[in-house]
Nanobody, 120 residues
Framework: QVQLVESGGGLVQPGGSLRLSCAAS????????MGWYRQVSGKQRDLVAT???????NYADSVKGRFTISRDNAKNTVYLQMNSLKPEDTAVYYC??????????????WGQGTQVSVSS
């Protein structure tokens, strides 16, 4: 089994910064793409940013230039540095990782979610 544990959410004022972390653990052979998604209550879960095992990144237009995704492959961890936060960034942020287990089965796992609230 594989677990993704997120941390770093919270309440911040507009213009502020937060850094989210997501660590994968368990029966891991390798991790392919990792990413962050967000969801506002009652709405669909939307892509924020993704990063391949080689470091190629992709961002939603709404966060380009403000958010940076990175990963530490040795630690099986993905990060999301969020700067210049806006109230519309308020959501539950979910980590996602496409993991190949030691049984050589590949599956997309989700973290439990962490709340990010941007408000004055």
């Amino acid at each position: 089994q594989v677990q993704l544990v997120e941390s770093g959410g919270g309440l911040v004022q507009p213009g502020g910064s937060l850094r989210l972390s997501c660590a994968a653990s368990g029966s891991i052979f390798g991790i392919n793409d990792m990413g962050w998604y967000r969801q506002v209550s009652g709405k669909q879960r939307d892509l924020v940013a993704t990063i391949t095992s080689g470091g190629s990144t992709n961002y939603a237009d709404s966060v380009k230039g403000r958010f940076t995704i990175s990963r530490d492959n040795a630690k099986n961890t993905v990060y999301l540095q969020m700067n210049s936060l806006k109230p519309e960034d308020t959501a539950v942020y979910y980590c996602n990782a496409r993991v190949t287990t030691r049984s050589y089965v590949t599956y997309a796992y989700w973290g439990q979610g962490t709340q990010v609230s941007v408000s004055s």
